[in-house]
Nanobody, 115 residues
Framework: QVRLVESGGGLVQPGGSLRLSCVASETLASPNVMGWYRQAPGKQRELVGSMTNSGTREYGDSVKGRFTISRDNAKSAVYLQMSSLKFEDTAVYYC?????????WGRGTQVTVSS
């Protein structure tokens, strides 16, 4: 059973930065796609960013230019560098990994942007 273990969430002031990390454990193959989604209270889960194992990146419109996704394929890890954080970035951030038709989700890490 593959587990996705997230870390790096927390409380940050507007304009600040945070870095999220996610590692897929107990897997022999690097995921085809790894990414981050987020869900704020009362809202649907949305894509933050994703990255294929060949390096293709995709971002949600609200984070373009502020967030950067990266991967370490050898470690089956994905990272999310978040900068210029805004109040509206407050959400639970979930790591996602896909191996073809098979996927897995992390348990989520809370990011709170507050002054």
């Amino acid at each position: 059973q593959v587990r996705l273990v997230e870390s790096g969430g927390g409380l940050v002031q507007p304009g600040g930065s945070l870095r999220l990390s996610c590692v897929a454990s107990e897997t022999l193959a690097s995921p085809n796609v790894m990414g981050w989604y987020r869900q704020a209270p009362g809202k649907q889960r949305e894509l933050v960013g994703s990255m294929t194992n060949s390096g293709t990146r995709e971002y949600g419109d609200s984070v373009k230019g502020r967030f950067t996704i990266s991967r370490d394929n050898a470690k089956s890890a994905v990272y999310l560098q978040m900068s210029s954080l805004k109040f509206e970035d407050t959400a639970v951030y979930y790591c996602n990994a896909e191996w073809g038709a098979r996927g897995s989700w992390g348990r989520g890490t809370q990011v709170t942007v507050s002054s």
